[in-house]
């Protein structure tokens, strides 16, 4: 039998995985509010600045005397220092080099040694973006402001504060391969057979592992995903057919540009994901656990503090995880037959480990996808299709419909021939 056609040409990876300034799927990314920091970041006025990149492109944050958040492009007009490593005081940050001033607006409020400053000042102005404080994060928008968007309105920002924990860390490769691992439902079963059937251990993690496939074999055989369109993106179900009255449902979602809900924890505990491009190569992953209706107690916050559930553990002082590429993610390879990935006992942490191993930019045009794929499939037709449709002039639909966003991730119990609009009503939080 021979080669299926490629999924993606050549052409169609590099749109819908390039991300900079004056790309397609750049443009279409800055039209909506991203993520850019968490609120811990930039708790004090006249506080230090905060560096990172987005969407490939360096910038600074700080909160002025005021009160009031900046977010500017790193490199100061004048000769391209960082603002960064500049003075955060009297309503503005100053360059630490040349001694400007400029404020969250990016207006220049000094020049000092300048002869003709007054003048001169009007005529400089450093990049600033819009900025907003919002369920714990702080958001950026980059595009024009004749299309400022509104700003989503997730479940889990409309909560107070102690009901949410959130947490960010650095995946080493393009955002769209961590994405796809979101949406991917129809493969959640088998890894979950394969480290969680068992305590999967280096002894016995041989047998494990065959146990973990052919289960995940038969659970896939039987396993139905369909999808829907929606206003802020899609609903992926997956169900299990397990030839009774119902069939158990898991319920994700994808929302437009980067979001997605990974299945619930337990307790009433819901989630969302955040798959912000740092560059082409990075993403910075926001993980944001809540409850509903109760404050998480402290032995929940603790356990995700510490590197349970989808809140992998960090490298102290950074975003790095402690699990990464540099140290092998600390698997052992000791025993001949074992599999390798047993050490890895967290479902998410494993996923992140698989979504690197492809690379940086995984050529999508050697993929053979299958009818389980479909998610993934039409995901990719989404945004590239926006990004199109805004280089010729249509804005995205889901960037101006911030309520849309307000759903859930579910895992409902429904009549082994419900319609994907049933299963749709189950991820709809149910408020007043």
């Known amino acids: 039998m021979g080669r299926k056609t490629p999924v993606l040409t050549p052409e169609e990876n590099k749109l819908v995985t390039e991300i900079g300034p004056d790309t397609p799927m750049g443009d279409l990314f800055r039209r909506f509010w991203i993520p850019v920091f968490h609120g811990r970041e930039l708790t004090d006025p006249d506080g230090a600045p905060a560096r990172t990149r987005l969407l490939g492109e360096h910038i600074v944050g700080f909160r002025d005397t005021s009160g009031r958040l900046g977010i500017l492009e790193a490199a100061c007009p004048h000769r391209g220092v960082d603002l960064s490593y500049g003075l955060n005081e009297e309503n503005g940050l100053r360059c630490a080099r040349c001694g400007w001033k400029f404020d969250v607006e990016g207006n220049c409020l000094e020049m000092p040694m300048e002869p003709d400053e ?10 600033a973006y ?12 980059m595009g024009p402001k004749e299309e400022s968007p509104e700003r989503p309105e997730f479940e889990w920002g409309q909560l107070p504060e102690d009901h949410r924990y ?34 999967p251990t280096i002894e ?47 319920v994700n979602q994808y929302l437009m540009p980067f979001y997605t809900t990974p299945k619930p924890e337990g307790d009433g505990l819901l989630g969302c994901l ?17 409850h509903p209706d109760r404050p998480m107690t402290d032995e929940e916050v603790e356990t995700r503090r510490t590197g349970g559930g989808n809140h992998p553990e960090l490298n102290e002082g950074t975003y790095k995880r402690k699990r990464n590429k540099e140290n092998d993610y600390l698997i052992e390879r000791k025993t001949s037959g074992a599999n390798p990935l047993a050490t890895i ?44 449709d805004l280089r010729e002039g249509t804005e995205p639909a889901a960037a101006h419909n911030g309520a849309a966003y ?22 709809v939080p149910d408020r007043e």
């Open 166 to 199: 959130i947490s960010k860390f650095v995946q080493e490769c393009n955002y769209l391969q961590g994405l796809e691992g979101g949406i991917d439902s129809s493969r959640i079963s088998f890894l979950y057979d394969m480290l969680f059937g068992d305590p």
């Open 274 to 290: 955040a798959w912000v491009p740092v560059d082409d190569k990075n993403t910075m992953v926001y993980v944001i656990t809540y």
């Open 130 to 141: 819009g900025v907003q404080e919002w369920g714990g994060l702080i958001w950026a928008y």
């Open 345 to 388: 006992s967290n479902e998410f942490e494993l996923a992140l480990v698989l979504e690197e191993s492809m690379g940086a930019i995984v050529d999508r045009t050697k993929e053979q996808l299958d009818p389980n794929d479909i998610a993934i499939m039409e995901t990719r037709r989404m945004l590239m299709k926006s990004a199109i």
């Open 118 to 127: 007054e003048e001169l000042k009007k005529t400089v102005k450093a990049v």
């Open 204 to 250: 016995n993690t041989a047998d494990h592992l065959v146990q973990g496939i052919e289960g995940a074999r038969k659970e896939e055989r039987s396993q139905t995903v369909a999808i829907k369109t929606t206003d802020y993106g899609l609903l992926v179900g997956a169900s299990i057919d397990e030839g009774k009255e119902n069939n158990a449902w898991q």
């Open 406 to 427: 307000n759903v859930r991730a579910s895992s409902p119990t429904l009549k082994r021939d419900a319609s994907i609009d049933e299963v749709a009503d189950s991820s």
